[in-house]
C-alpha cells in the first residue's frame, strides 16, 4: 500500500492528481481517510472498520449494475485524497425498471481541500450512466458543491417529524425492549382491532413490499437478495443500536403498514422504512406508537418524505422541525424530475445510504 497523505503531508503535492474508480486494494487507506475526515483521528482504522467498507462496496449484490462506481481522488504521488462512494439502485418509474445511485461518504483530505477536488469526484459520479443520483446524508457545503452539478433539494427536504414520550419507568421497559427484539418469541400487542407484531426478517420484509401496492409514480425496486444483504447490514449496527421492525395489521385485511428502525440504547427510535396502505395512516401510526413506548422507547424519529403519514404523525401529536438532513437529487430526465418535485416517489430512507454506519467500529 502507498503512503498516507498523513506522512507525506510536509511534502507540496508535486503534480495533479486523478479521479479513478474504487479498487478493492484501496480498502484500507479509504477506512484511514474516513478516520482522518471524520473522525479527525490519526489510528489505523480497525480491521473490522476496513472490512465493514469491503463489504459495503464489494458484496452488494446490486454491484454489477449499469450505473457510476464509486471515485477515488489519487494523487499524483499514488495516495488517496479523496472519495466519493456509489451505492447502485434498482427502482420502479411508471412501472419501467431504472437505475440509481445513492451517494455518500464524500471527503477529501484536510490537506487537498479547496482545489476543486470534491467537484471533480461529483462530476465523475453524475457522468455515470443511472438516470438518478442521490444523496441522503449531505451537509451544508457538500450541498452546495452538488447544487452547483444541478443537484437539487426535494420538497420534503430537512423536515424531521419527532415524537417524544415521557420518561418513566425507563430503565425496566428498555430491559423489556431488549428482550422483545432480541428474543425469539414475538411481541405481538393489539389496540383494539389494531395488531402489532415484529418484523422476523429479510425474507418477511420483502414480502411486505412485494404485497404493497404504491400509487406513486416512482418506487424502489427491492428483490429479496438485496433486502438480505441491506437487513444484515443493518443488524450488524455498533454502538448498541438494534435493528428492529413492526408490523401493524387491522381486521382480516393483512398486513397494513410496517416500520423499520434502529433503536439506541437510550430509547431514541430512528426509522428508516415507514410504508402505509393509502388511507390507513391514521389509524395505524398511533397503534405503532403505543408500541414502540411500550417497547421502552423514549423519542421516535422520523423523516417527512410520505405526505399522508405526514399528516398522521402532526394529527398524532408529533413536532416538525426544519434540520438539514441531507437530501439532494440529480437527474437529467425531465419525466422523473417532475415526478419527484410533485411529490409522485415512494423513498424510504432504506433507498438512501445514510443508514449505513460507518461511525463506531
Ligand atoms: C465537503 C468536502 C468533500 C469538499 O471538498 P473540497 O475538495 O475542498 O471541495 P472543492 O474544492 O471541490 O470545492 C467546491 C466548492 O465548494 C466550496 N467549498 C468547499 N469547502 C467549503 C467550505 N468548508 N465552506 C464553504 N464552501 C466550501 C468551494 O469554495 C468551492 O466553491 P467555488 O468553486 O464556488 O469556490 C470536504 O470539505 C470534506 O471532506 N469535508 C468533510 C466531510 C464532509 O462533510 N463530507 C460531506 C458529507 S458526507
Aim: charged share 25%; proline share 5%; with cysteine.
Amino acid at each position: 500500500m502507498s503512503s498516507t497523505l498523513a506522512e507525506t503531508k510536509a511534502e507540496p503535492i508535486t503534480a495533479p492528481g486523478g479521479c479513478r474508480p474504487l479498487r478493492r486494494e484501496d480498502v484500507t487507506e479509504l477506512a484511514t481517510l474516513f478516520n482522518r475526515v471524520f473522525l479527525e483521528c490519526a489510528e489505523q482504522p480497525s480491521a473490522a472498520f476496513c472490512a465493514y467498507f469491503e463489504r459495503v462496496f464489494f458484496t452488494d449484490p446490486w454491484r454489477s449494475l449499469d450505473v457510476s462506481p464509486s471515485w477515488v481522488y489519487e494523487t499524483a504521488d499514488g495516495v488517496i485524497g479523496g472519495f466519493f462512494g456509489a451505492h447502485p439502485r434498482r427502482l420502479l418509474f411508471e412501472g419501467r425498471p431504472i437505475t440509481a445511485v445513492a451517494v455518500g461518504q464524500y471527503m477529501v483530505d484536510p490537506c487537498l481541500r479547496g482545489r476543486g477536488i470534491a467537484r471533480q469526484l461529483a462530476q465523475k459520479m453524475v457522468d455515470g450512466p443511472q438516470v438518478i443520483t442521490f444523496t441522503t446524508s449531505a451537509t451544508e457545503v457538500s450541498s452546495k458543491i452538488l447544487r452547483s452539478l444541478g443537484f437539487w433539494h426535494p420538497r420534503f427536504e430537512g423536515m424531521k417529524w419527532y415524537r417524544r414520550f415521557r420518561r418513566s419507568r425507563a430503565a425496566g421497559l428498555l430491559g423489556r425492549w431488549e428482550r422483545s427484539i432480541r428474543g425469539s418469541s414475538s411481541r405481538t400487542v393489539e389496540y383494539g382491532d389494531v395488531t402489532c407484531r415484529p418484523i422476523g426478517d429479510a425474507d418477511e420484509l420483502h414480502a411486505l413490499r412485494e404485497q404493497h401496492q404504491t400509487h406513486f409514480s416512482l418506487c424502489s425496486d427491492f428483490d429479496l437478495e438485496h433486502a438480505r444483504w441491506t437487513w444484515d447490514l443493518l443488524e450488524d449496527a455498533p454502538a448498541g443500536r438494534r435493528l428492529a421492525g413492526c408490523v401493524i395489521s387491522s381486521g382480516d385485511d393483512g398486513a397494513s403498514a410496517w416500520v423499520v428502525y434502529h433503536v439506541s440504547p437510550g430509547g431514541t427510535v430512528r426509522i428508516h422504512e415507514f410504508a402505509c396502505r393509502p388511507g390507513r395512516a391514521r389509524e395505524f401510526l398511533p397503534a405503532f406508537d403505543r408500541y414502540a413506548a411500550g417497547c421502552g422507547a423514549q423519542e421516535i424519529i422520523g423523516h417527512c418524505a410520505d405526505p399522508e403519514i405526514t399528516a398522521a404523525v402532526l394529527e398524532n401529536g408529533a413536532d416538525v422541525k426544519d434540520v438539514f438532513s441531507g437530501w439532494a437529487v440529480h437527474s437529467k430526465d425531465r419525466a422523473v424530475q417532475s415526478a419527484i418535485l410533485n411529490g409522485q416517489v415512494f423513498w424510504s430512507g432504506l433507498d438512501g445510504e445514510a443508514w449505513l454506519s460507518f461511525r463506531g467500529r
